[in-house]
């Protein structure tokens, strides 16, 4: 029995609290989880946690902005206890697939732009620079109807003027800009003749109302409300009542993510430490000020393919994808299997069109079993097409090795229906549902692992063993 140790278990997963509790010989902490009326969450520790180590464990499945919301408040409240240390235990940590990285380097925009001067079979893709100049790139477009666009009417409307009337002393006087760099006997003519013009009195310029208002002789002239309108001699062209502003579609160039926030928010809560498992950015972990604990699930999917896959030896571990190849060949190296990698490229055409990847086997799976090693699963759509080409390619059975089913939305119905023979998880999040509907799932249990972890760091022990799957 471990002492001076209180375990809280969150409403995200009761069973795997009770696990853990019982592992360690220790009743589950009493604790009341509700939510008012309103909405929000309350929390009441109804029982003394000073000067104790508590461990919070909740997960991040289901609801879980409420199950974030709800630990928050759950490691405030034991500080404000005068809690000796707080751990908050996240086997499935939230938002970990949200990390601090660009989306693309140049920016990816969202949707076409309704460029003026674009042609109308102009190709959108994915790689497409937002219209913001660079000092060493060609200036854009700029927006069809902004001030932009409305400056360079102006500047072209008084450039017309001079061509259209030069005599014209208010004209001349900017022609010589126009023409090239003044000389000094133009600028004192220019000089003389709007000095005596303006002393004559034929200078139509005046302010009204803060608002200043120029009469040209062609008829060029801006209106108290802004609008220009011009009118040559001729009638030829006017330009009226501008139309309202209106923004482009804009470009996404950063997305915005919640790692470092979320990394914050338990830290400013007062958590002292943090476990978790198999993290799906490594990089999170360096988010955080506090020490963080990134358990593996490694050993556990290793055990099930000694013991659980028959003539193991003979079959291939297979990465969906290249991110999570370094994981799926530590456990091939380890066992002394072969290798192989699904790579996936996601070239759409337009950024209208959905992105849809083009998936490509590296390495021989022909009569033999595939083994799918991957770290979670949500939507599923990556391993059920990664067990579709493995079929293609000629594996005789297809299994996928998952340590985080979130299984969200259609998943289970999509798993149903692929080519995936079986599917294993661990219970880092909810699985009865899943389960019952899902007569491919096996669960493994990962409460012992947790329960392990909390004995060790709480009684100061290295927990250099748990990260060891040789």
């Given amino acids: 029995m471990v002492r001076n140790i209180v375990v809280l278990g969150g409403s995200s997963h009761p069973q795997l609290t009770e696990t853990i509790c019982n592992h360690l010989g220790i009743p589950p902490g009493n604790a009341l989880l509700d939510k008012f009326a309103v909405g929000e969450t309350r929390v009441e520790v109804k029982e003394s946690v000073r000067g104790k180590d508590v461990y919070i464990i909740q997960s991040g499945g289901g609801k879980i902005n409420d199950h974030l919301m709800e630990l928050l408040i759950t490691i405030s409240a034991c500080k404000t206890a005068s809690a000796r240390q707080v751990t908050a235990v996240l086997p499935l940590f939230p938002y970990s697939r949200q990390s601090d990285m660009p989306y693309n380097k140049i920016g990816a925009p969202l949707s076409k732009a309704s460029n003026f001067c674009s042609k109308s079979d102009s190709a959108y893709t994915f790689e497409s620079k937002p219209q913001t100049p660079h000092p060493d790139q060609a200036q854009s477009a700029g927006l069809s109807n902004g001030v932009d666009s409305l400056q360079k009417s102006l500047i072209k409307v008084q450039i017309d003027d001079v061509n259209s009337s030069p005599n014209d002393p208010q004209n001349a006087r900017f022609a010589n800009y126009v023409k090239g760099p003044p000389k000094r006997s133009d600028t004192m003519d220019s000089h003389k003749s709007s000095s005596s013009a303006h002393q004559r009195g034929s200078s139509n310029a005046s302010i009204c109302n803060g608002i200043s208002s120029v009469d040209y002789a062609n008829g060029a002239s801006i209106s108290s409300n802004g609008s220009t309108s011009v009118d040559h001699s001729n009638g030829a062209s006017t330009l009226s009542n ?13 997305v915005a993510q919640a790692g470092k926030l979320v990394a914050d928010l338990l830290t400013c809560a007062g958590a002292d430490h943090i476990i978790t498992m198999d993290l799906h950015d490594a990089q999170y972990q360096g988010f955080f000020d506090i020490p963080v604990d990134n358990l593996f699930g490694r050993p556990l999917l290793k055990k099930y393919v000694q ?6 030896l003979k079959a291939v571990i297979v990465s969906p994808d290249a991110g999570g190849a ?10 002394g299997m072969p290798f192989a990698l699904i790579h996936k490229e996601r070239r759409p055409t337009k950024i209208t069109e959905r992105q849809n990847a083009t998936m490509m086997l590296v390495g021989d799976v022909a009569d033999r079993t595939a083994i799918l090693i991957d770290d979670l699963a949500d939507t599923s759509n990556t391993i059920t097409r990664a067990a579709k080409l493995l079929k293609k390619e000629g594996a005789t059975t297809v299994y996928a090795l998952l340590t985080h089913g979130v299984l969200s939305g259609d998943a289970i119905e999509r798993i149903n229906a692929s080519a995936l023979d079986k599917v294993v998880v661990t219970n880092s999040v909810p699985q009865d549902e899943h389960k019952r509907r899902c007569p491919k799932l096996e669960v493994l249990e990962i409460g012992t692992v947790f329960a392990e972890a909390i004995r060790r760091v709480h009684h100061g022990e290295s927990i250099s063993v748990l990260f060891q799957y040789d």
């Fill in 242 to 254: 501008s139309a309202a502003f209106h923004p482009q579609p804009g470009y996404k160039q950063w």
């Fill in 307 to 312: 013991y659980q896959i028959p003539d193991y």
């Fill in 326 to 335: 370094k994981r799926a060949t530590a456990i091939a190296d380890n066992l």
